[in-house]
C-alpha cells in the first residue's frame, strides 16, 4: 500500500493549472501511468488531465518524488503541454 504526502502545491492560473509535488512511499518505482493515476487520485482529477514530469528516487530507497502538472481540461493540457513521439504513436 502507497503512501502519498503533498509536499508542494502551487496554482497557476496562466497556464490553467495546479502544479503539485509528491512524496509517495512504494516499494517499486511507479510508472508513468501509475503516478498519473496516484496524482489524479490524491486531487481527485481525471488522469487524462495530469501531466508527469518526473519521478525521482534515491538508490535503495522506497521513497519517490514525483512532480506533476495538474490541468483544469484536456484541451489546456493539450494546448501546453509538448508531445513527444513516444505519446504520438502510443495515440494511434
Same mark, same amino acid.
Given at each position: 500500500?502507497?503512501?502519498?504526502? !503533498? #509536499?508542494?502545491?502551487?496554482?497557476? =492560473? %496562466?497556464?490553467?493549472? &495546479?502544479?503539485?509535488?509528491?512524496?509517495?512511499?512504494?516499494?517499486?518505482? =511507479?510508472?508513468?501511468?501509475?503516478? *498519473? *493515476?496516484?496524482?489524479?487520485?490524491?486531487?481527485?482529477?481525471?488522469?487524462?488531465?495530469?501531466? !508527469? &514530469? &518526473?519521478?525521482?528516487?534515491?538508490?535503495?530507497?522506497?521513497?519517490?518524488?514525483?512532480?506533476?502538472? %495538474?490541468?483544469?481540461?484536456?484541451?489546456?493540457?493539450? &494546448?501546453?503541454? #509538448?508531445?513527444?513521439?513516444?505519446?504520438?504513436?502510443?495515440?494511434?
Amino acid at each position: 500500500m502507497e503512501k502519498i504526502q !503533498v #509536499i508542494k502545491e502551487k496554482v497557476n =492560473p %496562466i497556464f490553467q493549472r &495546479k502544479e503539485v509535488e509528491l512524496l509517495v512511499s512504494i516499494d517499486v518505482t =511507479p510508472k508513468m501511468k501509475e503516478a *498519473e *493515476e496516484m496524482v489524479a487520485n490524491q486531487f481527485s482529477s481525471n488522469s487524462e488531465n495530469v501531466k !508527469v &514530469k &518526473k519521478i525521482h528516487g534515491n538508490y535503495g530507497m522506497k521513497k519517490f518524488t514525483i512532480t506533476a502538472n %495538474i490541468y483544469n481540461s484536456k484541451e489546456s493540457k493539450d &494546448k501546453t503541454e #509538448i508531445k513527444y513521439s513516444k505519446e504520438k504513436k502510443g495515440k494511434q
